[in-house]
T-cell receptor, first 114, second 112 residues
Framework: DAGVTQSPTHLIKTRGQHVTLRCSPI?????VSWYQQVLGQGPQFIFQ???????GRGNFPDRFSARQFPNYSSELNVNALLLGDSALYLC?????????????FGSGTQLSVL | TQLLEQSPQFLSIQEGENLTVYCNSS?????LQWYRQEPGEGPVLLVT?????EVKKLKRLTFQFGDARKDSSLHITAAQPGDTGLYLC????????????FGTGTRLKVLA
């Protein structure tokens, strides 16, 4: 079975531009989460979507938005890019369970803002 | 804001040594997970602990959840070079399990 796939793997943008990152979850997973991982730190929660509805949002500005499609794939959009948005953006799909959700992460999109 | 502090931040040890990584918070979590992340990859789930005081073993790795569900530890016995990586703990908020707060990470290097 294919794991979580993210595209593109690397991206270079300049300040003020817009970016769209894409994620395809593991087949059968209906929940997708997005995390931002700045170099040297742990991932920070941005959004979670379940059945196309936003189920949670982290402490990120409105420049960050996301959506989930009927096939459960997801897009993360970031407008008006800042230098500080440079990071590894991770997508995780998950299955609920009695012992909490198990997150399965993709390899991420490395975004560099110049 | 819930925070998870991990210690140590960096650890470099010789093959065969034992080590313990700590994950501490002032907040209570409904569950806590440990992940390992290698360069260029996303984190991979190692274990989930749910009950206060719970101990889980995964081969040479032993995970413990604190009695008050505020802290956790990861102990590795006889470390091997393949254990090298970034170890992350992640706590699920009490009011729901959909948001995970990740720790600051412990970067482990095991030298052959």
């Amino acid at each position: 079975d294919a794991g979580v796939t993210q595209s593109p793997t690397h991206l270079i943008k300049t300040r003020g531009q817009h970016v769209t990152l894409r994620c395809s979850p593991i087949s059968g997973h209906k929940s997708v989460s997005w995390y931002q991982q700045v170099l040297g730190q742990g991932p920070q929660f941005i959004f979670q979507y379940y059945e196309k509805e936003e189920r949670g949002r982290g402490n990120f500005p409105d420049r960050f938005s996301a959506r989930q499609f009927p096939n459960y794939s997801s897009e993360l959009n970031v407008n008006a890019l800042l230098l500080g948005d440079s990071a590894l953006y991770l997508c995780a799909s998950s299955l609920p369970g009695a012992r909490g959700e198990k997150l399965f992460f993709g390899s991420g999109t490395q975004l560099s803002v110049l | 804001t819930q925070l998870l502090e991990q210690s140590p931040q960096f650890l470099s040890i010789q093959e065969g040594e034992n080590l313990t990584v700590y994950c501490n918070s002032s907040s209570v979590f409904s569950s806590l997970q440990w992940y390992r992340q290698e360069p260029g990859e996303g984190p991979v789930l190692l274990v989930t602990v749910v009950t206060g005081g719970e101990v889980k073993k995964l081969k040479r790795l032993t995970f413990q959840f604190g009695d008050a569900r505020k802290d956790s530890s990861l102990h590795i016995t006889a470390a091997q070079p393949g254990d090298t990586g970034l170890y992350l703990c992640a706590g699920a908020e009490l009011r729901g399990t959909y948001k995970y707060i990740f720790g600051t990470g412990t970067r482990l290097k095991v030298l052959a």
